[in-house]
């Protein structure tokens, strides 16, 4: 039972375009939803979250898209640089109590993002 | 600030041999968490801790894995006997808050266990 899926295992992009990593979920009890960049022997190290009040957060090069009605978030860096090559989880958690999903954080299973120089 | 600490950092051992992994959060989180990450997965969540309450070990494999954080500061994971397909890489987590603040998860580096 995988409530939080990215589907795409890998992506290559060009270093100045755009990377779109893609996330989906079935838990309709989740309510706040995260990115993770991780790098080879490193810990997830947190990049940008999202309410589910909101359908857009920014920070710098980083924009985070919800599409509650979809179930659907998508994470944009760009530009994109030759140092953003890593593994991106996307990650969701419910943070209303009551329920079997409160507080825990479920990660999807990771998307390896190369970037060209 | 110093971030999550975990030692060791790689852990080779035999089958049904035990181990334990020890993680110090940052500072003033009351918040902690255990994770396992298998190859080419996600973390799961295996226990977190509020203080010195474990408040969801639901996912923790409880005939061979047990954890402990006696002074709601540092933790210790423990898995005895290990077997073949525990080897994964043992992530540790802490957060500032309880009950709606704890959205923001920080990570140690993690240890990686090969059980031969």
């Not at chain 2, 049904?16 to 997965?41: D, E, M």
């Amino acid at each position: 039972d995988q409530q939080v899926k990215q589907n795409s295992p890998s992506l290559s992009v060009q270093e100045g375009r755009i990377s779109i990593l893609n996330c989906d979920y079935t838990n309709s009890m989740f309510d706040y939803f995260l990115w993770y960049k991780k790098y080879p022997a490193e810990g997830p190290t947190f990049l940008i979250s999202i309410s589910s009040i909101k359908d857009k957060n920014e920070d710098g090069r980083f924009t985070v898209f919800l599409n509650k009605s979809a179930k659907h978030l998508s994470l944009h860096i760009v530009p994109s640089q030759p140092g953003d090559s890593a593994v991106y989880f996307c990650a969701a958690i419910c943070l209303q109590a009551g329920g079997t999903s409160y507080g825990k954080l479920t990660f999807g299973q990771g998307t390896i993002l190369t970037v060209h120089p | 600030e110093a971030g999550v600490v975990q030692s060791p950092r790689y852990k080779i051992i035999e089958k049904k041999q035990p181990v334990a992994f020890w993680c110090n959060p940052i500072s003033g989180h009351n918040t902690l968490y255990w994770y396992r990450q298998n190859l080419g997965q996600g973390p799961e969540l295996l226990i977190r801790y509020e203080n010195e309450e474990a408040v969801d070990d639901s996912q923790l494999p409880k005939d061979r894995f047990s954890a402990e954080r006696l002074k709601g500061v540092d933790s210790t994971l423990k898995i005895q006997p290990a077997e073949l397909g525990d080897s994964a890489v043992y992530l540790c987590a802490s957060s500032s808050g309880t009950g709606d603040h704890q959205e923001t998860q920080y990570f140690g580096p993690g240890t990686r266990l090969l059980v031969l």
